[in-house]
């Protein structure tokens, strides 16, 4: 799992997720969502309902920079999340070149 503290500062988060729950795939997402140059509006619309229904604890989603990877999604008002328990966190620098910032 990744969780994300800042644009350019995150971590790669190991739990025991996997035991517990299986993740349902987001349901609905629109053709070419993954369009860097869409406006990102529908996308967060479908992951709003999704915490807001609150019937789910993960949702994979999948994965803009390496499609064939998947992220998922927690939602914390879930009642499960008191059981989802952080077994590591290792920083994970992410390539400046993703925000457009080259560097030599």
Not at 52 to 74: H, I, K, T, W
Request: aromatic share 6%.
């Amino acid at each position: 799992m990744f969780v994300r503290d800042t644009q350019r500062t995150a971590h790669s988060v190991e739990t025991g997720l996997c035991e517990l729950y299986e993740a349902a795939l987001i349901p609905g997402l629109p053709e070419g969502w993954a369009d860097l140059t869409r406006d990102p509006a529908e996308t967060r619309a479908l992951g709003r309902e999704w915490l807001e229904a609150g019937e789910q604890l993960a949702m994979r989603v999948p994965s803009v920079v390496c499609p064939s990877d998947f992220n998922l999604l927690l939602n914390p008002m879930h009642p499960e999340m008191a059981r989802v328990k952080v077994i590591s966190a290792e920083p994970f620098t992410l390539d400046p070149r993703l925000f457009g910032q080259a560097t030599r």
